[in-house]
C-alpha cells in the first residue's frame, strides 16, 4: 500500500546556509556546556560561522525551493546579509557588554544565532506560512534576549511587555493572513497577487479588512506608530547589546516580509496601502523625534530615534516603487551602521554596577576619550543626515523615492522632522564636547569592539564617499525580486 | 442548520473561556478557563471534518499543555505577583479599539467571498480520510513549515532555559526573577495560593 521515496537532498540545496548556521547554533549551546573554559571563544565561532554563512549566501543562486515556499532572489540575498552583518556586529560588541554588565550566559550566542535562522527565512519567505514561522523563530530568542539580565528589574518588565506585544502582533497579522487565505485560497504569495487579479479582488472590502490587519501586524513589529508604544521600555530596559541588535537586525527582517508581502503579494492594493503607509510614516516621524526631545536617558532617547528612523525608512515603502523599495532597503543598511556605531558608544560608558544611560554621562566625553567622541559625532551626524556620512544619502534617496510618488506633504513633513531631530542629537554632541563632566573615567576598547566601532564607522563613511556600491545592490536586488 | 448552531455555541465558549483566563485572578481558574477553551477548539475542528487534529487538541494541549501549566502552578508560589503599569492609560481606549475592530470586522464579512478550493476538498478529505490526507501534506508539501515549527522548539526550550535559570553569582532569593518560575524557590506547601 504505501511506497517510499528515495529522498531527493538536491532538494535541500537552498537552505544549506540556514541549516549551518542552526548547527552552529547547537554547536554553541555543546560547546559551552562542554567546554566552559573556552568560553572566550564563543563569540569568535559565532562571527566565523556567521561570516561563512553569509559567503554562501552571497554565493547562492536565485532559487526556488520547497513548492515555492522558499524563494531566494536578490531581494532575499540582500536582507540576509544585512541581517547576518547586524548579528556579527552584535557579537563583536557583546563580549564587552557581557564583562561589564556581569551576564554570563553561555546560550547568549546561541539565541543570537538561532534568531538571525529566523530572520533568514523570512527573507526567503514566498508563503505567508514560512513568513509567520520565521518571524516567531526570530521574535522567541529575543524574548528571552530581553529577559537575559534578570537582576534588573526593569529587564523583567521589558521582558513581560515585548512578549506580550509580540504576541499581539502576531495575532493580528495571523487574522489578517486567514482573511487573505480565506479569499484567495492560497497561501503563497505570489499566487495571492494572482488570484486578486484575475477575481479582480482589489475593491473587495475583507480584502482591504486583512490588509489593514497585516499592515497592523507589521508595525507591530517594525515599530511605527501608533503601534510603537512598546518600544521605548523594551528598548530602555533590555540589556544595551540586545537593545541594539533590537533595533536593527529584526527590524530589518521585519520590513524585508512588509515588502515582499506588500510588493509581491498585494501590488493590486497599493493605492489602498500607500496612503495609509503615508500617514503612518508622517505619525511615526512626528512621535519618534518629538518625543525623543524631552528625554533625559540616553538610551530612552536612541529608542525614540529608532522609531523615527522606522518611518524614514516606511517612506520607500509606501512610493511603491522599485527605486522606493531599494531606497528603504539600503537605508536599513545605512542604519544597520550608525545605530549599532551609536550604541557601541553607549555600550563603551557604561561601567561595572554604573549603567551611564543618561544624557549627563555624556558631558565633557570629548576630554575623557576623544576618539569615542569623535565616533558618536559621525554616528549622530549619519543619523541627522548630515552630508558626508551615509545617512544623508539614504534619507535623499527616501525623500526622492516619496517625493517622484507624489507623497509631497509626507516628504515636507519628513524633511521638518529631521530638522527637529538634529536638536536633541546636537544637544549630546554639544555635552561632549562642551561641557565638564567627570573626569575618572576609563574606557577599555576591546578587540572586538574596535572591530564593530571601526566596521560601523568605515560603513557610515564608506557608504557616504561610495554610495554607489549599495544603491546599485539594492537597486538590482530589488529589480531582481 | 446543527453544524452552524454547533459553531456558534464553540465560538462563543471559546471568546467567552478566553476572556475570563485573562481576566481571573485565580492562576488556577485561569488554566481551567483554559483548558474549556481548548475543548471548544476541539469542537471547531470537528464542524470542520478535522477527526484527527480534534483529537490532537484534545490529547496533547488539553491533556498535556495544560497538565504541565497546571504543574508549573502548584510547583511556583505565586504570591508575589506581577505588576505591570498598563500600557495604556485608560483601559476604555483598549476596549474601544477591540470593539471598534469587531465592528469593522463584522462590517467587511458580508463581502467575504470564499476563494479557490484547494487540492483537498472535503469529498477527497473524505476518501483517504483525514488522518491521512493530513499526514501526506505535512511532510510534503508543508515539510519545511513542519522543521522550522520543530526549531520553534528548540528555541523555547532554550529559552526558557535561560529565563529560569539562576544567573551565576546571584543571591539564591533575589528579588528580580518573579518573572521567571523560580524553581529553586523554597516550597511551602502549608501555605495556599490565596488571592
Known sequence: ?481 | MLTQLFFGYCALMIIMSGILAISLRNPVHCVLMVLVMFLHMAGLYLTLNAEFLAAVQIIVYAGAVLVLYLFVLFLVSLRDEIRLNPFVGNVWIGRGIAIGLALALITVLPSFIPGERGDWPLAAVREVTHTKAMGLELYTTYLLAFEIAGLILLVAVIGGLVLARREQGQPPDHEGDEVVPPAHRQLDNNEEVRR
Open chain 1, 1 to 481: 500500500m504505501s511506497t517510499t521515496v528515495a529522498v531527493n537532498w538536491a532538494a535541500v540545496e537552498p537552505i544549506i546556509p540556514e541549516l549551518l548556521l542552526v548547527g552552529i547554533a547547537v554547536l554553541l549551546i555543546i560547546l559551552d556546556l562542554f567546554a566552559p573554559r573556552q568560553r572566550q571563544l564563543l563569540p569568535w565561532l559565532t562571527v566565523v560561522g556567521c561570516l561563512a554563512v553569509g559567503v554562501m549566501v552571497l554565493g547562492s543562486r536565485p532559487a526556488v525551493a520547497f513548492g515555492g515556499m522558499f524563494v531566494i532572489d536578490g531581494y532575499a540575498v540582500f536582507f540576509k546579509t544585512l541581517c547576518l552583518t547586524g548579528v556579527v556586529v552584535t557579537t563583536l560588541m557583546s563580549e564587552h557588554f557581557r564583562r561589564i554588565s556581569g551576564m554570563h550566559q553561555g546560550e547568549y550566542y546561541s539565541l543570537l544565532v538561532l534568531s538571525a535562522v529566523g530572520m533568514l527565512i523570512m527573507a526567503s519567505a514566498g508563503d505567508l506560512m514560512i513568513l509567520y514561522l520565521g518571524l516567531e523563530l526570530m521574535a522567541l530568542p529575543i524574548y528571552a534576549l530581553v529577559g537575559l539580565h534578570k537582576t534588573d528589574n526593569r529587564t523583567s518588565e521589558a521582558a513581560i511587555k515585548y512578549f506580550l506585544m509580540g504576541g499581539f502582533a502576531s495575532a493580528l497579522l495571523l487574522f489578517g493572513m486567514s482573511l487573505l487565505f480565506g479569499l484567495t485560497g492560497t497561501t503563497d504569495i505570489a499566487s495571492i497577487a494572482r488570484v486578486i487579479e484575475v477575481h479582480a479582488l482589489a475593491g473587495n472590502p475583507a480584502l482591504a479588512a486583512a490588509l489593514g490587519l497585516l499592515i497592523a501586524g507589521f508595525c507591530f513589529k517594525v515599530a511605527v506608530a501608533p503601534f510603537h508604544l512598546w518600544t521605548p521600555d523594551v528598548y530602555e530596559g533590555a540589556p544595551t547589546v540586545v537593545t541594539a541588535f533590537m533595533s536593527v537586525a529584526p527590524k530589518a527582517a521585519a520590513f524585508a516580509v512588509f515588502g515582499r508581502v506588500l510588493f509581491y503579494g498585494l501590488p493590486e492594493l497599493q493605492l489602498h496601502w500607500g496612503p495609509i503607509l503615508a500617514v503612518l510614516a508622517l505619525l511615526t516621524m512626528a512621535v519618534g523625534n518629538i518625543t525623543a526631545l524631552c528625554q533625559r536617558s540616553l538610551k530612552r532617547m536612541l529608542a525614540y530615534s529608532s522609531v523615527a528612523h522606522a518611518g524614514y525608512a516606511l517612506l520607500g515603502l509606501l512610493a511603491g516603487t522599485t527605486q522606493g523599495l531599494a531606497a528603504t532597503m539600503s537605508y536599513l543598511f545605512i542604519y544597520l551602521f550608525m545605530n549599532l556605531g551609536a550604541f557601541a558608544i553607549l555600550i563603551l560608558l557604561a561601567t561595572e554596577g554604573n549603567p551611564r544611560e543618561t544624557l549627563d554621562d555624556c558631558k565633557g566625553l570629548a576630554a575623557r576619550s576623544p576618539i569615542a567622541a569623535a565616533l558618536m559625532l559621525v554616528f549622530f551626524f549619519s543619523l541627522i543626515g548630515i552630508p558626508p556620512t551615509a545617512g544623508f544619502i539614504g534619507k535623499f534617496y527616501l525623500l526622492k523615492a516619496a517625493f517622484s510618488a507624489g507623497y509631497i506633504l509626507t516628504v515636507v513633513g519628513a524633511v521638518l522632522f529631521s530638522a527637529i531631530s538634529a536638536y536633541f542629537y546636537l544637544r549630546v554632541v554639544r555635552y561632549m564636547y562642551m561641557d565638564e563632566g567627570e573626569q575618572n573615567m576609563v574606557f577599555h576598547f576591546s578587540p572586538g569592539m574596535i572591530a564593530a566601532l571601526a566596521f560601523c564607522v568605515l560603513g557610515v563613511l564608506g557608504l557616504g564617499i561610495f554610495p554607489g556600491l549599495l544603491f546599485d545592490w539594492a537597486g538590482s536586488a530589488a529589480l531582481a525580486g
